[in-house]
């Protein structure tokens, strides 16, 4: 697909928009799970996830070769539109972004905050991204898909930066929506030479890309209703879907109640906020604890945007979710 010399370009482009994130080693982490532990901080990018490094890597190139576009459209659930936003406002284009209704109220505050046009369709992302591609057409917008090889060449950048600064990582946990942060994750891997495996995560209640890794094929689903809505894909991408199956070991499914352990678990052991789909690779550690032990394990916190009312109702009751844990008093 690409080769080092493209991603080091890439990176670069990051770069001039954004400095590298953390890429930080936690004890009571590594306590929690009985291993070494290296959390790469995705949260601390000016978007608060991964994506904005696709969006930027994406929206340069169509502005070196395709100077007269009218203007981006694009459907997410949240931080793919973030990205294509911030990188639009960047290079001087305007954007449309289609989004479910009762979709995250705060990211969708931080895309018109970052100049988005914003418009609310269907009952989740597949409705979503059907009305953009109709308004595309209708329009002349250049419609941003929420898979192509150059948001994954931009969101490789991160797994480029977490292997070099820790080439000897035995394991890689990321989580899976439509495919672009594993795809990265592997493309990195792939290009560096190294051995490093790489788990993907989903969702219990959005399985389409583990039931389609086990069956070779993709396979979709009638609802993807987890509260991780970075996760909530019922269709999987064919050409992520065969990158995924190449690359990857295999795939963990996580519970909402998983999830929400694990959020509070970063909470407690760094301080940081993670969002659904960024607590997800940590959730899946926790149930992998077994097979992990003693190694060296990346866990990608893609992103921290969770609205507060969530976060609350996820991790903030007497009992944590899932744990049994009871808050102090």
């Known amino acids: 697909m690409f080769d080092l010399g493209q991603l080091e370009r890439a990176l670069a482009v990051v770069g001039h928009a954004m400095p590298p994130t953390p890429a930080h080693g936690w004890p009571l982490l590594s306590q929690r799970l009985g291993a070494s532990i290296v959390v790469k ?10 994506k904005v ?20 459209i694009s459907a997410t659930r949240g931080n793919h539109g973030q990205s ?10 305007s954007v449309t972004i289609v989004v479910p209704h009762g979709n995250s109220v705060e990211k969708n505050r931080a895309m018109r905050a970052f100049g988005a046009d914003l418009v609310e369709h269907g009952d ?3 409705d979503a ?6 308004r595309a057409a209708a329009l002349g917008f250049e419609m941003v898909p929420s898979f192509h090889p150059d948001l994954v060449l931009g969101v490789a950048t991160y797994a480029l930066e977490l292997l070099r600064k820790a080439p000897d990582l035995d394991v890689i946990y990321v989580p ?5 942060g594993i795809c990265g994750c ?3 891997r792939d290009l560096l030479g190294l051995k490093t495996e790489i788990v993907g995560v989903q969702s219990t209640l959005a399985p389409s ?10 396979m979709t689903t009638a609802t993807c209703d987890t509260l991780a809505d970075g996760m909530a894909t019922r269709i999987p991408d064919p050409d992520a879907l065969a990158i995924v199956c190449k690359g990857a070991s295999h795939i963990v499914q996580v519970s909402d109640d998983e999830v929400g352990a694990a959020i509070r678990a970063y909470w407690t052991d760094t301080h940081n906020l993670a969002e659904g789909a960024g607590a997800a690779p940590l959730a899946a550690a926790l149930q992998e604890k077994h097979r992990i032990q003693g190694k060296r394990v990346g866990l990608i916190l893609s992103g921290g945007n969770i609205d507060f009312d969530l976060f609350r109702r996820w991790v903030g009751s007497d009992v944590a979710a899932g744990t049994g844990e009871r808050e102090p008093a």
């Open 124 to 126: 989740d992302f597949q």
């Open 53 to 72: 490094r696709g969006g930027l890597v994406y929206v340069d190139r169509l502005k070196r070769e395709r100077a007269g576009v009218a203007g981006l």
């Open 176 to 180: 899976i929506g439509l495919g672009s």
């Open 41 to 50: 901080h995705e949260n601390h990018t000016p978007t608060g996830a991964f």
């Open 129 to 134: 991204r059907e009305e953009a591609a109709r």
């Open 84 to 93: 294509i936003a911030f990188a639009a406002g960047r290079y001087g284009l």
């Open 186 to 188: 592997i493309l990195a």
């Open 209 to 218: 890309y583990a039931l389609s890794f086990a069956a070779g094929k993709v």
